[in-house]
DNA sequence: CTGTTAGCGCATTCAA
DNA sequence: TTGAATGCGCTAACAG
């Protein structure tokens, strides 16, 4: 800034009272005389002044700022997060501070490390590659942090999660009641608990639907896009396997296996209906728009940001978890089985 | 935080310095001994001291931050805008303090105040609502704070922006080479600054080629979205007009112009080509892909961040200015017109 | 090279 | 109801 901030000295000076009364006017808290406030609001006003965020924060020993621990904001679904938890931070006078960390346990461990050094209480964090330990001990340390898409049964109060198994279950599901048989899944390769789970609810639907499950009819895609998506298809049709439905691990996988599809002259969804998982805003940009579960990341965001402000500023020590629930959305990518 | 945090005196008493060495060797800079250092470091990493940011930027008056003013993170464009900045940030040892601020003046003014209580002194502003007087008064105020997708004379320095009508132009001399004369044009219906240059751009390149603009070739969509881009193709399609390619505003009214298409079965880009504007991740998603304008959002984020951290420290009076080119990315919406 | 001193702007006792 | 004093954690002269 310019160096010419004005501080709370000066509108006290001027309006001819104490630091201390300023201070009192401007959080609104403590008693001060009606003619008085009026007379020192009047020259807050006209000296433009505001208060210094950090010489607050650091007296009060806390910010208010909301920190915020993505991969990247530029993919979607952690633009929503970061836009669900955003919304809070309006209600409650807070900041967001976004802190990305891509890819390993240290630029994850190193994004807290910065959110700590603000001293910024209340922490949303999506963690790709820290071990349930290492959580747990940040947890400890920090009571404001809270973790989500992700679950930590000894810290479960903490989490805000996603039932990925009832999600994959019942798009499957939704395949089954088409009059789906043959459904294939494409997943992702790197090791991630969600795509463990979401296979764990497939494999389950089927069963329940006394389908069973050809291993050769799950496919795994290199990265969770597009492309892994047209990759894992490639593989898929080159086992000449009979598929009439395909459930993809995400929206952007989805789509990419429509895409895929498209290239080799298969239809969807007259010749193979297509599910994808999220409902992301890209799924239906696609054509046909895509059938998919919806993940409220947005809500959960909201949801956690609002959870991280409160445990930072008082010991609810309320053992409940937080849990939600995808659902479908349908749209064009799925349709009947017609059996011949 | 816990209240227990580690503070810069325990560490010099634990190492038997004084606070001004511990400082020194946190900062590395200004002299320090070599075991002194070795000694305080070390003190350092096992009580895990993190110096209180707030406490930094009281004293120094200025804070490591850089502020973003966007409308909303969810938006793709937006999101891509943010990630840009935030990744000068890592280079520089700098947090990104995002707030946004939709639909009005004084929700962007509110936002640019947030950011100067924080005492951010480098800032990227977005603004959709704000006059260029207000701008102006800002900009004077704020040495460190720098306009993105906007052009003020005034302080050209300051503004990192696109060259609208090049690209509307170029855009339109693609489908043009392509054979195409019958083109028509998706446009927003709010009153935005850039659809008024991408109009002009358009009605250059049509005149630079002979081709006569008739004004019920121009349609509006009501948002610059999906349904903006339906709506506005439903509307062109009722006044009967022959048209073989469209322009759209950007590649969501682009993706909801090939929907609409499709929904009345006309073929894109068999019966009719489709361009869009700002390549953004989206555009491929859709069938056909699109052909577009690439808006290198990212690099000028990226430079205007940098720019403005530049400005926040030293009063770099350089009058240049930020002037951007966006470029075709040709895939499969626009193809060769065949006369008949 | 290192320590001492004096604030940065503010909230919070404690008196008055 | 108000003000004076104190200190939050840190940096920046200034001494030594």
């Given at each position: 800034m310019n160096g010419i901030m004005i501080t709370i000295k000066d509108v006290a000076r001027v309006a001819g009272v104490s630091t201390s009364t300023v201070s009192r006017v401007v959080r609104k808290?403590?008693?001060v005389g009606k003619v008085c406030r009026a007379k020192v609001q009047k020259v807050i006003d006209e000296l433009g002044?505001?208060?210094n965020i950090n010489a607050q924060a650091l007296v009060s020993k806390k910010s208010n700022s909301l920190g915020i621990v993505i991969p990247k904001v530029s993919m979607p679904f952690f633009a929503t997060l970061a836009c669900g938890a955003e919304e809070i931070t309006k209600e409650n006078d807070f900041r967001v501070l976004i802190s990305t960390a891509y890819g390993s346990e240290q630029a994850e461990l190193d994004a807290?490390?910065?959110l700590v050094q603000h001293r910024c209480g209340a922490i949303v964090f999506h963690s790709m590659h820290c071990s349930d330990e290492i959580l747990c001990e940040l947890a400890e340390k920090i009571p404001g942090l809270v973790f989500i898409n992700r679950f930590i049964a000894k810290i479960a109060h903490r989490c805000i999660w996603l039932d990925n198994n009832m999600g994959a279950q019942e798009a499957t599901r939704h395949l089954i009641n088409r009059g789906h048989?043959?459904?294939a899944v494409i997943s992702r390769k790197d090791v991630n608990p969600d795509a463990q789970v979401r296979l764990d609810g497939f494999r389950t639907a089927l069963n329940n639907a006394g389908i069973i499950l050809d291993n050769t009819m799950i496919e795994y895609g290199t990265t969770a896009d597009m492309n892994g998506g047209k990759e894992a298809v490639r593989a898929l049709l080159a086992k000449g396997n009979k598929v009439t439905g395909i459930l993809a691990y995400n929206d952007l996988m989805a789509?990419?296996?429509v895409?895929?599809?498209h290239a080799h002259g298969i239809r969807v969804p007259e010749d193979i209906s297509v599910i994808g998982f999220d409902d992301l805003s890209?799924?239906?940009a696609c054509i046909p728009e895509l059938t998919t579960m919806h993940y409220p990341v947005r809500?959960?965001?909201s949801y956690a940001a609002n959870l991280a402000i409160k445990l930072s500023d008082s010991v609810d020590s309320t053992v409940k978890t937080h849990l939600f629930m995808p659902h479908l959305i349908e749209r064009d990518s799925v349709i009947e089985h017609l059996s011949i």
């Open positions: 808290q403590g008693k002044y505001r208060p807290i490390d910065s048989t043959n459904i789509i990419g296996v895409h895929e599809l890209i799924s239906v809500e959960m965001a």
